[in-house]
Antibody, heavy 118, light 111 residues
Framework: QVQLQESGPGLVKPSETLSLTCTVS????????WSWIRQPAGKGLEWIGR???????NYNPSLKSRVTMSVDTSKNQFSLKLSSVTAADTAVYYC????????????WGQGTLVTVSS | QSALTQPASVSGSPGQSITISCTGT?????????VSWYQQHPGKAPKLMIY???KRPSGVSNRFSGSKSGNTASLTISGLQAEDEADYYC???????????FGGGTKLTVL
């Protein structure tokens, strides 16, 4: 079955750019939407944005000015860049397939903790 | 867009039923039958439990059910088991700008 794995630096300095990659295995990345979702410690989930395999994107309006997503179908990967980070961006970042049917996210990666600190 | 509103916590004894509410607006929950629910155990990734408001993915127990009335969606868990103790999140499509919004999460304690 499809599995997702996030990768990237676990520590990012304030004002710098957070960069994460999600590798999809067990199936093709093509013809699906793929999303990034984050969760600060002890808090709820926040949808960051989605990308289709054509490269079309939609972003959370609250993050739109700082978010860029891209996809590399040859590597079965998609990526997230979040610029000008602050401590408020410290969170576990999940990648997930979807939304499917404009509705659900499944499966999810295991998540990766990114800490913003000098 | 604002987060959907869920109770911070609910509890129940083994064998009982509980319901978790998820209140949105006429721009999200109220306008679409596009609510999903996720279960999250500590330190784990969320797991899809309900999609399209009331459908269960393969492998999810039929003790889990979903419904909607107006701007409020609900997740009901019947025959509570210890393994159901977890955080639960709802999620809804939020309209023409193609965005999605989650609830703040509900911690379920099985007494």
């Amino acid at each position: 079955q499809v599995q997702l794995q996030e990768s990237g630096p676990g520590l990012v300095k304030p004002s710098e750019t957070l960069s994460l990659t999600c590798t999809v295995s067990g199936g093709s990345i093509s013809s699906y939407y793929w999303s990034w979702i984050r969760q600060p410690a002890g808090k709820g989930l926040e949808w960051i944005g989605r990308i289709y395999t054509s490269g079309s994107t939609n972003y959370n309006p609250s993050l739109k000015s700082r978010v860029t997503m891209s996809v590399d179908t040859s590597k079965n990967q998609f990526s997230l860049k979040l610029s000008s980070v602050t401590a408020a961006d410290t969170a576990v970042y999940y990648c997930a397939r979807g939304p499917l049917g404009d509705n659900w996210f499944d499966p999810w990666g295991q998540g990766t903790l990114v800490t913003v600190s000098s | 867009q604002s987060a959907l509103t869920q109770p911070a916590s609910v509890s129940g004894s083994p064998g009982q039923s509980i319901t978790i509410s998820c209140t949105g607006t006429s721009s999200d929950v109220g306008s679409y039958n596009l609510v999903s629910w996720y279960q999250q155990h500590p330190g784990k990734a969320p797991k899809l439990m309900i999609y399209e408001g009331s459908k269960r993915p393969s492998g999810v127990s039929n003790r889990f059910s979903g419904s909607k009335s107006g701007n409020t969606a609900s997740l009901t868990i019947s025959g509570l088991q210890a393994e159901d103790e977890a955080d639960y999140y709802c999620c809804s499509y939020a309209g023409s700008s193609s965005t999605w919004v989650f609830g703040g999460g509900t911690k379920l304690t099985v007494l």
